[in-house]
């Protein structure tokens, strides 16, 4: 028991140096990934919202609706964000909620 613990101790120890060292080589650091982290909520709170607000439309409808608000509230919250890179993070929103909630929480 004595030798498990001195090992998770050391790797406790460890492991931020090692995390810092590999972000660091892929250029990721704190910032790049709170402003991901915050682009994916913005784009969670969009799908949401345009499954909220318009429950008849089809789904095509609701992503485009979701993609220009999703552009509105980035902007607002101080990021640029291209047309492409919008619809991605949407998409990738929407699979997110969908494999969170596999049953009929997101229907069309």
């Known amino acids: 028991m004595d030798l498990q613990k001195i090992i998770y101790d050391v790797i406790l120890l460890i492991l931020p140096t090692v995390l810092t060292i590999i972000f ?4 990721i650091d704190r910032i790049k990934f709170q402003r991901y982290q915050r682009l994916i909520q913005i784009a969670q709170e969009a799908v949401l919202w345009a499954e909220d607000t318009f429950p008849g439309n089809a789904g095509s409808e609701k992503l485009l609706k979701a993609i220009d ?6 902007i607002e919250a101080g990021f640029w964000i291209a047309d492409e890179d919008a619809e991605k993070k ?3 929103a929407y699979q997110a909620i969908r494999k969170a909630f596999p049953s009929d929480a997101l229907k069309n």
């Not at 660091?24 to 250029?27: D, Q, T």
């Not at 608000?69 to 980035?74: G, L, N």
């Open 90 to 92: 949407v998409r990738v």
């Open 69 to 74: 608000y999703f552009r509105s509230a980035a």
């Open 24 to 27: 660091g080589k892929f250029g």
